[in-house]
């Protein structure tokens, strides 16, 4: 009896409370996820279907981090100038368009081009989607809101990748129309179903992104979350690299990989709503210093279950973060500048996926237990950043709620 009274409350203080067009972004966010089965397996498509090198698809991928850098800035300003809705409709039907393209070309330079343009318009409609929830959504339901799309995300992912594995055997280009389609069923859904929410060009300041750059609060929130994101990374870059060095199969990473998608889809909307009525600084400097713990222990770990047991800590820190740095972004943000603002955040993320192969593969070089060790004191710093940014970020929050109301 107690189960079935108590869940349909669970359920709404998970679910109740925001508007329709979230959930019609939520459901596009989930199927684009659901799709996303090039990316994971581009190296080996590279190598394999296309015979290139290690040297020539390392090459080829740095082109994909080149134009994802410069994406998220430019997919910013466009989200602010011309709108959320036809900036995510764009970038998703230029990334469908894109993912065709580089299925079937065959030519080296090609390849590197079609891998630019894919990298500047895969992940374009994360400024756009990131201004709309924050248009949408009230600020104290931001948190849960963010969080349930870092749901879908992973849930999609996950799945994702198992059947990309399993339908990559098959042959490649049947991974590139899925992840087509489904683009295109988020455009589609976007276009057809949300209204635009830019704030009115003729009511709103006029802003740049020197204003962006103007504002000491976000900076620093930058620096910070590029930081956190040359942390996280290493799971995704260094981390599979050290299990190899160690004698391990590559099945031996997806086995503790595998740790990471069932813990946030099963842990995640547990918590999800208790952790957004908790300071977002308290609750991300948590969740930092968890992770950095979670990946410290990588170095006195050399079997599958003790990677598996490093996996579940930081997977358990980044449950605690899901939703929250949107919320932050939002909150530091002025209306007309969302778009912009969530640009910045994007390109720490962008900056991080670049140096954490980078610096990260030189310390493993040296010593796998330095690398560990320096990324978790690196989260440690994160953490320690966000803390005293803290007060800010509650000003500001202050200032969000009393306006409405004036």
Known sequence: MTTVTESPGFLRSATGGLPRPFWVLFAGTLVNRLGTMVEPFIGIYLTQARGMSLAAAGLVMTMFGVGSLLSQPFAGWLADHFGRRVTLAGAMVATAVTFIALGYTTSVHGITVAMLVLGLVVDAYRPASQALVADLVSPEDRPRAFGLLFWAVNLGFSIAMVAGGWLAEAGFTTLFWIDAVTCLIFGVLVWRAIPETRPDRSEATPGRFADVLRDKAMVAFFVISLIFAFV??????????????????????GMAMAVNGLLIVIVQPLTNTWMSRRDPSAVLAVGFSVVGVGLALTAFVSSTPGYAVTVAVWTLGEVVTAGVAGAIVATLAPAHLRGRYS????????????????????????????LWLVVGGLALVAAAGQLVLGPVIRRRSRVQEVAPAE
């Open 232 to 253: 996280y990374l290493q799971a995704y870059t260094t981390l599979p690299l050290a299990m190899s060095e160690q004698g391990m199969p590559t099945s031996a990473y």
């Open 343 to 370: 640009g910045l955040y994007g390109l720490a993320w962008s900056g991080g996926g670049m140096l954490a192969p980078l610096a990260g593969t030189r310390l493993l070089a040296v010593s796998p237990i330095l």
